[in-house]
Structure formats: structure tokens, C-alpha cells
């Protein structure tokens, strides 16, 4: 293997030591050596002229950076609670008891590591992992099998079998957006014969509201970019997909990549942007060599480039970005932080990105699936996607469904569709609740599956979880808050200590070792984390534990330990190192603990 201060070397100078590529470095390092070695920081930080502490406050902050050499082949198995759901903890152990190995700690020999992380975007086709960056789904005891002896033989990666690494698009129901075709280039015709005031005029009427969760009308959002004064605007496609139970851009990017990149060029010809980003989660690294291709075939095919299309002055293109696992780079502000190599920490807002985004630059941060969206309707009309859909939410949503229920997969419905009407088509039955909007989203139960999915009702950036009557729901919660805690950025005090403390107060009611306080105690919590977190992260995390709180109140109250106090940790034990300091070990220095009776517990019950 190259000695790393020549790989780093050559490295940078492909990317002409560019400060804000610092981020894309790392991962190349990272993945050629599993970790990112301190000579490989020293010479990041003098070419890049970068203070070395910045450089290792990036790599603490992603969790796919690491300081320390991983296993050759790095395992990470996903861990979210779809993947629960379908039994990835007994793989895991199978995995680890075959290879011999402690989860999170490397084999002795470096062979291999095996450890979790959050969802990797495969929740109908798991349970799944990510080796080495590259995914692998449909995992039972047989491909766990193969897996370890594999490893064992130190099989490379290329020479695995390719049906391991196979991830279906899944589509169940197909509507317009999936079903009418452009041909490539046409939408950015549309615009060159129409005029950006027109085609911006045509959005507008069409009522494209962002695919991404919060709905913003897109055609707003273009035309406060393109009137922020500047030389340099810039288009940035959201291909995050961290929200948990959430899979539907995967398979834009997968087969309609072309669609993607020709939203984003009439994005770009409408505000004036020469460059744009598709910046891709580090989970979907599998779909980098494709989409890499299509932007190849449409610089080939003058779409991408300068003059496209033959258009004098229209010049823009497209690079891609990896991100590193941080759920909080789809938050858009701290996107384009780690877009510019930093540490993926919110911006304060205002300023929007709009007029202050990459570089400090006006920038479109939209979600994959709304530029596919503005793509046809440039090329099909306002009526054709305005037509469809309810009255604040035209057109059609795409859903990632997973969990509980025969036919898992991608469903595009008009907006306006009922829980119901899903839960029928994609075969679920005895639902107890479903989950809209993945972590951060509603807890929707049985007696509210009347309720639509639409922004005036039930928004959602696509992530649809099922969960029958035999399911215990506080697992879900379980995992959620577990999820927040780890993706806190940790920047703002309620969600980086509020988040932790619900954590903990979730687990204690688990073992049942929680009282009535505890979970007053939780939505105390929840609403000071609502009301004082610097982002959306910390503002919608507390939802999973508020709403089962109401809605599925039983969950807690069966669990409940029958006392009005019990301590969060072991008093006496916490106080064993003052005792050897001080030499004391008498009656006296140590707290009896006596368990008080609850009345009100008692009552309950
Ligand atoms: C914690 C957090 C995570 C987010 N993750 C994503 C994401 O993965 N993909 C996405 O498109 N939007 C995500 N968003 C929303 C973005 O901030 C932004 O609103 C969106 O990309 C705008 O695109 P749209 O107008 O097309 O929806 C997230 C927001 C928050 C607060
Ligand atoms: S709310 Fe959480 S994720 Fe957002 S800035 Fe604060 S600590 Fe970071």
C-alpha cells in the first residue's frame, strides 16, 4: 500500500488544497486506511494551512471518521428499530460470537470491527450493514455466515458475492412523478423558451412545496435567491436521507439521477448559479460511482458544463460530496457547514441560506425529491402536478415503507392519501400505531389512521414505520431517544444535556425503575428542549417521548416502579472514593437506602 504522506500528498493535489474539501479528504483517508493517522493530519494542516485541532474537531465530530485503525473490514450493522424489528441483534451476536470479536473493538489481529450506527436507509430490505462503506441487505444467518467466512479468508470486497451488495429500488406504487418521463435536457429547454420570471411563475402555480419535511413553497425559495445580489449563487441537492425509516431518495438517486441533475441545472439557469452540490450521505457511498457516471454522461452530452444545451453564458455544474454520519448535516445550515469541510454544527438563522448560504453566498438547498419535482413540472405544467394532491399540498409524496406489513417499499400517493388507504395497500395488519415522519415525526395510533398525509395534517419528509399489535412500543421510543442522544451536535445545552437525560430517563423506565416523578420529570424536558434548542434536531426530539406520552400512556404506567423516589445511580457506591480519601468507613459514611412506598403509584395500579 502507498505510504500515507504520499497518498495525502497526492490527494491534495488533485483537489488543490482546497480548505473546504477538508471534509472529502477525510473520507478518502479514512477509507483507504480505516482511520485518519496523525501524519495524515500534520500534512492536512500545513498544506491546507489549518490549525491541526480544527482538523481533529472534524474527525471527532463525524462518527465515519476515526483516530484510531478500525478492522480491515469495518462492519457496521444498521441499527434502527425497523432493523430491530427484523432481528439485527441476533445477527450481530451471531456475527460476533463466529468472529470471535467484542463489538466496537477491533480483533486483536485488526482483521475486522464490528459495531452499530443509525439507520442506513435500507429499513424494507433489512436488516442491513455497511462494510467498508458498501452496503449490504437482506441479511439472515446464512449471508452472516458467508460473511464471517469471508472475513476469515480475507476475501477482498470485490471478490464478495455481488447478490450481497444488491439494493432493489422497491417500487410498490408508482404515480406522475415516478411515472411520466422526461427526456434528459427538456426541462432546461423549458426554460430557456419560457424565461426564468415565467417558469418561476409556472412553480408557483403548480404549489411545489419542499420533499424534505418542512414544506417551504419551492418557487419562493428560488426567487429569493436569485434576487440576493451577488456574482456567485449556488444549488445544493440534500441528498441526506438521515431521517430515520426514510429510503425514497435512494432510488431517485439510484434511477432518476438524470432527473435530479436536470432540476438542478434549471435551478441553477433561474438563479444564476454556476456550481452546484449533490452532497450524499455517507450510507448511500454505494450509489457514488453511478451517479458520478450520470454527471460524466451529461457533461458528455453538453447538460452539464459550459453553454449547455448550446445556451451561450449558461454554465454550471455538478460535483458530489460525501457526508461521514452525521444525521444533523440534512439540517440544511449545518449541510452546508460540512459542505464548506467543517464540523456540521447549525448556523444561527436569519440569515437563511437563501442569502447567506455556502461560501456566505445566496444558495437552493432543496431535497432530492423536490428537484425532481420542479424538473417535470418545467416540462409538463402547473396543471399537471397542481391538478393532483389536496389544496395546500398538490402533487404526490413518495413513502418509505417499512416495519410491520407485508409489502415494504416505496409508495408515491396524490397528497391527501389516508393512513388507512396505505395500510391496506401495503398489506399491514392489527396496527397499532405508525410512526409518519420517521424519529423526529408523530406517533400516529389506531383511532387517528383516518388522518392524511399532507402538510395540513400529516407532514412528512417520507418516512412511514409500522408497528403491530405485538410490538412494544417504548422500544421505539427506546431507540429514538438513544438516536437523538447520539446525533446531538452537542452546541446548544436542552438538546445536548436534555437529550441525554430523557435517554437515560426512557432506559430507567425500561428495567422498571421509573416513579410518576420521572416521567413528569420527561415532559418538563421535552417541552424546555421544544422551546430552547438552537435547531430542529433538538426541537423534534423530545416528540417520540411527548407523544407516547399521551397517546399511549400505558406503555409508561405498566412499567412503573411501585415508589415515590428511586435515585438514578447507587448513592452509597458514589460514595466509596470520599470514603478512601478521608479513610472513613463507618456507619455513618454510608446512606442507607430504604425504597419508599408510592401512593399514587399504588393508586394507578
Ligand atoms: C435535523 C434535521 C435533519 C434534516 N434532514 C434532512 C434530510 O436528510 N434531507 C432533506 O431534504 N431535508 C432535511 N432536513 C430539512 C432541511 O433542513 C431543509 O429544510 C430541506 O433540505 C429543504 O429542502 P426542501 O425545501 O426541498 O424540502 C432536515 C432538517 C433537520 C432539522
Ligand atoms: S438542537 Fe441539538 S443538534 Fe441542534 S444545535 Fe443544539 S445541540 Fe446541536
Not at 493 to 514: F, I, Q, S, Y
Request: one cysteine or more; aromatic letters at 8%.
Amino acid at each position: 500500500m502507498k505510504n500515507i504522506e504520499n497518498f495525502v500528498s497526492e490527494l491534495l493535489s488533485a483537489t488543490e488544497n482546497a480548505p473546504e474539501l477538508l471534509l472529502q479528504d477525510l473520507c478518502a483517508i479514512q477509507q483507504r486506511y480505516s482511520y485518519i493517522p496523525e501524519n495524515a493530519v500534520e500534512i492536512l494542516a500545513s498544506k491546507l494551512n489549518l490549525p491541526a485541532v480544527q482538523i481533529y474537531g472534524v474527525i471527532d465530530f463525524y462518527s465515519f471518521l476515526h483516530r484510531k485503525a478500525r478492522g480491515t473490514f469495518d462492519i457496521l450493522f444498521s441499527d434502527n428499530i425497523t432493523d430491530r424489528m427484523l432481528g439485527n441483534q441476533s445477527l450481530i451476536d451471531s456475527l460476533c460470537e463466529k468472529l470471535d470479536i467484542e463489538p466496537g473493538t477491533p480483533r486483536i489481529d485488526g482483521r475486522v470491527t464490528v459495531s452499530v450506527t443509525s439507520c442506513t436507509g435500507i429499513c424494507d430490505q433489512g436488516p442491513a450493514l455497511l462494510v467498508n462503506g458498501m452496503t449490504v441487505s437482506g441479511l439472515n444467518e446464512e449471508r452472516i455466515s458467508k460473511i464471517a467466512e469471508l472475513i476469515e479468508e480475507d476475501t477482498p470486497l470485490s471478490d464478495w458475492p455481488a447478490s450481497f451488495f444488491v439494493v432493489e429500488d422497491n417500487i410498490q406504487r408508482s404515480d406522475i412523478l415516478l411515472d411520466d418521463k422526461i427526456i434528459n435536457g427538456s426541462a432546461i429547454e423549458s426554460l430557456q423558451k419560457n424565461g426564468s420570471d415565467a417558469l418561476l411563475e409556472i412553480l408557483e402555480q403548480s404549489g411545489l412545496r419542499g420533499r424534505g419535511g418542512a414544506g417551504f413553497k419551492t418557487a419562493l425559495k428560488w426567487r429569493f435567491c436569485r434576487d440576493t445580489d451577488s456574482d456567485q449563487h449556488y444549488v445544493v441537492c440534500n441528498a441526506d436521507e438521515g431521517e430515520p425509516g426514510t429510503f425514497k431518495d435512494r432510488i431517485l438517486l439510484n434511477s432518476y439521477a438524470d432527473n435530479v441533475c436536470e432540476g438542478m441545472t434549471l435551478c441553477a439557469g433561474i438563479i444564476g448559479a454556476k456550481k452546484g452540490y449533490i452532497y450524499l450521505r455517507g450510507e448511500y457511498r454505494y450509489l457514488l460511482d453511478d451517479l458520478e457516471q450520470t454527471l460524466q454522461k451529461r457533461r458528455d452530452a453538453n447538460l452539464l458544463g459550459k453553454n449547455i444545451c448550446g445556451h451561450e453564458g449558461f454554465d454550471f455544474d455538478i460535483d458530489i460530496h460525501l457526508g461521514a454520519g452525521a444525521y444533523i448535516c440534512g439540517e440544511e445550515s449545518s449541510l452546508i457547514e460540512s459542505l464548506e469541510g467543517k464540523r456540521g454544527i447549525p448556523r444561527k438563522r436569519p440569515p437563511f441560506p437563501v442569502t447567506n448560504g455556502f461560501c456566505n453566498q445566496p444558495t437552493v438547498v432543496n431535497n432530492v425529491e423536490t428537484f425532481v419535482a420542479a424538473a417535470k413540472i418545467a416540462v409538463f405544467g402547473a396543471d399537471w402536478y397542481g391538478s393532483v394532491g389536496s389544496s395546500e399540498s398538490t402533487g404526490t409524496k413518495l413513502l418509505s415503507i417499512s416495519g410491520d406489513c407485508a409489502r415494504p417499499g416505496i409508495y408515491e400517493y396524490p397528497f391527501g392519501v389516508s393512513i388507512e388507504q396505505v395500510l391496506e395497500d401495503c398489506g399491514a395488519h392489527d396496527t397499532q400505531a405508525v410512526q409518519v415522519a420517521g424519529a423526529a415525526g408523530s406517533t400516529v395510533p389506531a383511532q387517528e389512521f383516518h388522518r392524511s398525509i399532507a402538510f395540513e395534517d400529516l407532514s412528512t419528509g417520507g418516512s412511514f414505520m409500522i408497528f403491530n399489535q405485538q410490538r412494544d412500543m417504548l422500544e421505539m421510543v427506546q431507540n429514538f431517544c438513544h438516536f437523538f442522544c447520539h446525533e446531538s451536535c452537542g452546541f446548544c445545552t436542552p438538546c445536548r444535556v436534555g437529550g441525554a437525560l430523557m435517554k437515560d430517563l426512557v432506559d430507567k423506565v425500561m428495567v422498571g425503575h421509573a416513579t410518576h416523578n420521572d416521567l413528569k420529570e420527561m415532559e418538563n424536558i421535552g417541552q424546555i428542549m421544544q422551546q430552547n434548542s438552537h435547531c430542529g434536531l433538538g426541537v423534534t426530539a423530545p416528540k417520540p417521548v411527548l407523544d407516547t406520552l399521551e397517546k399511549f400512556p400505558q406503555i409508561y404506567m405498566q412499567r412503573l416502579a411501585n415508589r415515590g423516589f428511586e435515585p438514578a445511580f447507587d448513592l452509597d457506591a458514589a460514595l466509596e472514593e470520599s470514603r478512601q480519601i478521608t479513610g472513613r468507613d463507618d456507619a455513618e459514611a454510608h446512606i442507607e437506602y430504604e425504597p419508599l412506598l408510592n401512593t399514587a403509584g399504588q393508586d394507578e395500579s
